[in-house]
């Protein structure tokens, strides 16, 4: 920042009021604020003269909990740690050198109690219910108005799909040991594969988490073949069924694994013919419409389908999740798939996590663990008083990818845990499939692995594959990194990785548009077919007089694009591990920050590592950076936990 920026200087002021206001403009200066949240308190300080310090320092901290995910601001969260709200970072590395007043310097003397009780009296706040105001106190969780109707649209929705167990017919038992005979275990535990399957068949809500490999598309390809089964003999129709997920790479993976699973079902033409292949993005299932947060299907013209499969479902933040259990027919099955130790959605709202917050632990009905008994031949003692949300919740615990041999599953299973010792282990045990880059601090190091694991597909390029070949090998190899920023992030290792296959002859160019360049879509352009998330790469295009296109897989082969028309999207030979989400790769090098940071969590360590699929290279950073992120777990507040905690105090009374 330059000296001109730090140059503000406060005037002393008696209002206390004025002084927050005035301190908006050194913490958006600073980067610690969002210009979006500076602006949103200026606009009800325009609205409400008498607003005093509290309630404007809580509607800063309320909007700015947004932008890393929160949907609300815990007042005693904040109170207790004020600098962490604002994920501040160190004062002698970004601070000016005049004094700049800090959020602690106007909560002095306050409790959660006080503070909610200042904030009750004010016409900008609204206790739970309809109204105008634009923040909204539940009781010491304040919110933005649209964000606190989401969360309460997404638990009243969910809420009607508990309990009225659906029936499910006797005859189904055949069928569902015949398609789960593979799955004979060698031991006491439980085939959860099966036991998701039988309780999904008498659920309008399923929601099945497991880590990668365990087997969730495979489970629901096996559930839609007996609910299909059940369906055709009865109507000649059968089901109506729709496949989805956040992103397009996510929805291209769903469809090439449910198009695999199909194929080796034991049933009938008539069952295969009646199941579906193709997924789409969740933005295209509802209608997206541009410029807009609006969708075409809603309440009052709800989606046409029977049953809905929505995979990567811990990508999908609370207003989406909203937005598509409001477009669901009343009667039609919802079925989330997911990992809910992976990180989170981008935008605010942790759903998956917080509705399988339990997973591990909880028990089922005693009439959920009749029907396994009776359906599924599996024992289970029942739990008289559990929450209604558990019969629609089950943890896939078996990985069918990592097993005994693989570096990889046993840091996975070290990190969920947080267990930085068996992490080490994990190291020292010699796994061939996981390396710790040598010389990983040099950022000219990394470039050169990255450019080693890329060489093969610019081999292929320059050879003349195809472009459906060319997307093939797209997930051969992917730089993931933690930070977008400096020299260790996506915006510096991506201009490095391109300037050495430049020199090296794998590229023509490394600026603009160029043949070989990745890229990924930042936006739904429905017109084009392309949306967030999207993967292609430019290529010259032979029935284009070898003018360049940006191709992308699709579901019956490739889309062409003309590069100009592509508004928004960003080179990925490096891209984030949030933005990974969704996306597998059968080598992955994930480059670690030099130093500790806030955004290294256990959950983006876990989300990285388990992108790879066959090997695992780490760099940058070093054990003690390590150390720090598999301490430090995401936490993102919101009501969900205190919606579950009614339902299972609901159930004991």
């Known amino acids: 920042m330059s000296d001109a920026q730090y140059s503000l200087t406060l005037e002393a002021t008696p209002s206390s009021r004025e ?59 904040a109170l207790a740690a004020p600098r962490d709200v604002l994920s501040l970072p160190p004062l002698e590395e970004s601070a000016p050198q005049a004094e700049v007043p800090l959020p602690e310097d106007f909560l002095q003397g306050l409790d959660s109690a006080a503070w909610a009780a200042r904030l009750a009296e004010s016409p900008l706040v609204a206790p739970p219910g309809p109204g105008t105001t634009p923040l909204v106190l539940a009781g010491e969780r304040l919110y933005l108005r649209r964000y606190w109707s989401a969360e309460r649209s997404v638990a009243a929705h969910l809420g009607e799909r508990l309990g009225r167990p659906l029936p499910v017919e006797a005859s189904l038992a055949e069928p569902l ?32 988490s497991g880590g990668p490999g365990t087997g969730k598309t495979t489970t629901v390809t096996r559930l839609l073949a007996l609910l299909q089964t059940q369906a055709l003999s009865s109507s000649a129709q059968g089901l109506r069924i729709q496949l989805a997920a956040p992103t397009g790479k996510a929805a291209a993976r769903l469809s090439a694994s449910i198009a695999g699973a199909v194929k080796d079902l034991d049933v009938g033409d008539d069952v295969q013919a009646a199941l579906p292949r193709e997924a789409l993005t969740l933005h295209r299932l509802l209608g997206a419409r541009p410029d807009t947060r609006r969708f075409r299907h809603h309440a009052g013209h709800p989606l046409s389908l029977d049953l809905l499969v929505v995979d990567e479902a811990s990508m999908v933040d609370l207003e989406l999740m909203a937005a598509l259990l409001e477009a669901m027919p009343a009667e039609a099955r ?40 009776r359906l599924a031949g599996i ?47 994990a190291w020292d045990a010699g796994y061939a499939d996981i390396d710790w880059l040598a010389a990983s601090r040099d950022q000219a190091a990394i470039e050169r692995a990255a450019v080693a694991g890329y060489r093969a597909l610019y081999r292929r390029i320059a050879a003349g594959a195809t472009a459906t070949e060319v997307l093939e090998r797209l997930g051969d190899f992917q730089v993931l990194c933690a930070l977008k920023r400096g020299p260790w992030g996506v915006e510096g290792l991506n201009a490095g990785i391109a300037t050495r296959l430049w020199r090296e002859g794998c590229i023509d160019d490394h600026q603009g548009w160029y043949a070989g360049r990745p890229v990924m879509v930042t936006r739904n352009d429905p017109q084009l077919g392309v949306y967030n998330g999207d993967i292609g790469i430019v290529l010259p295009a032979p029935e284009a007089q070898q003018r360049l296109r940006v191709f992308f897989a699709t579901s019956d082969g490739v889309r062409a694009v003309l590069p100009s028309r592509l508004e928004a999207c960003e080179t990925v030979f490096a891209m984030t591990v949030h933005k990974s989400q969704g996306s597998e790769f059968a080598h992955v090098l994930f ?16 989300t990285g590592i388990t992108r790879a699929k066959r090997q695992l290279t780490l760099a940058g950073g070093d054990t003690r950076v390590m150390d720090s992120a598999l301490h430090r777990r995401v936490v993102r507040d919101s009501g969900f936990a205190d919606w579950v905690a009614a339902l299972e105090q609901e159930e004991r009374s």
Not at 189 to 200: G, I, M, N, S
Not at 598 to 606: A, D, G, H, K, S
Request: hydrophobic share 50%.
């Open 19 to 77: 002084r927050v206001l005035e301190s908006l403009a050194w913490w958006e200066a600073l980067g610690w604020l969002r210009a979006l949240d500076a602006h949103f308190v200026r606009f009800l300080a325009e609205h409400d003269a008498q607003a005093p310090a509290e309630v404007l320092l809580a509607a800063a901290l309320a909007s700015h909990q947004l932008g890393r995910g929160h949907v609300c601001l815990a007042l005693s969260r």
């Open 177 to 208: 040991a015949r398609l789960f005979a593979t799955n004979a275990t060698h031991d006491d535990t439980p085939d959860w594969q099966k036991v998701a399957c039988t309780l999904a068949l008498r659920n309008r809500l399923t929601i099945i």
């Open 334 to 373: 919802l079925i989330l798939l997911g990992d809910k130790d992976q990180l989170a959605s981008v935008e605010a709202g942790s759903v998956l996590g917080d509705l399988c917050a339990n997973a591990l632990h909880q028990g089922y009905s005693p009439p959920a663990c009749e029907v396994l008994e």
């Open 379 to 425: 024992s289970m003692t029942p739990d008289a008083v559990c929450s209604p949300l558990a019969d629609h919740v089950v943890m896939l615990r078996k990985s069918y990818r990592f097993d005994a041999h693989s570096g990889i599953g046993a840091l996975a299973a070290a990190t969920n845990a947080g267990d930085v010792a068996a992490f080490r282990r």
């Open 591 to 606: 480059v670690l920050p030099e130093h500790a940071t806030p955004i290294l969590t256990r959950e983006l360590v876990y």
